[in-house]
């Protein structure tokens, strides 16, 4: 298992069946898989998050829900991940029912403050230029030893990380990389 991969989903990306891409997503090992699937209902969220969760049971790659921990909860998944802002509405009882609960920053700031809220790790981006992210210029890798050097939780880089730049996100001091399209877009 990849301790330092993070593949967060985007099934836009994904040509042909989403569960199918999953399947081959967790035959590469990866630490963990954030579905992140923004523009569903929680309905929808659910439905999708239970039949993912089916084939993350049978694997060593943990499930990270996004967004709606009553999902979650629901489901029995104890991993949760956050954009700052609906982290911090999150009542301290709440947060303590997640084993791991991770927060998207995109300051020194914010990684101080998500560290300071309860997070258990971050995501920091976005470190590389991204179509995730067309006409933002991306943040570079000195923002990425800049949060790491502030923050005593892991830091994961996220935004246009692919295996030819992962390496240079862990010699800045990241715990790991967050990738979309090499995990979502390849068959």
Do not use: W
Request: hydrophobic share 40%; aromatic share 6%; net charge positive.
């Amino acid at each position: 298992m990849s301790m330092y991969k993070i593949c967060v989903t985007n099934r836009k990306l994904v040509s042909g069946d989403f569960l199918s891409q999953i399947a081959r997503v967790l035959e590469k090992k990866p630490y963990a898989i954030i579905l992140r699937e923004k523009d569903l209902s929680a309905e929808e969220y659910e439905k999708l998050a239970g039949r993912v969760k089916g084939l993350c049971d049978g694997s060593d790659t943990l499930l990270i829900l996004h967004s709606f921990p009553e999902v979650a909860k629901r489901l029995g998944v104890d991993r949760l991940h956050m954009p700052l802002a609906a982290f911090l509405e999150m009542s301290i009882k709440d947060k303590r029912r997640f084993r791991m609960i991770g927060v998207s920053i995109h300051s020194v700031e914010e990684a101080i403050v998500a560290e300071a809220n309860g997070a258990t790790y971050i995501t920091a981006g976005h470190v590389f230029v991204t179509d995730c992210k067309k006409g933002v210029p991306p943040r570079g890798i000195s923002f990425l030893r800049e949060v790491c050097d502030a923050v005593s939780i892991p830091v994961y880089a996220i935004g246009g990380v692919h295996e030819e730049n992962m390496k240079e996100c862990i010699a800045q001091g990241a715990a790991g990389v967050c990738m979309m399209s090499d995990f979502m877009g390849k068959q």
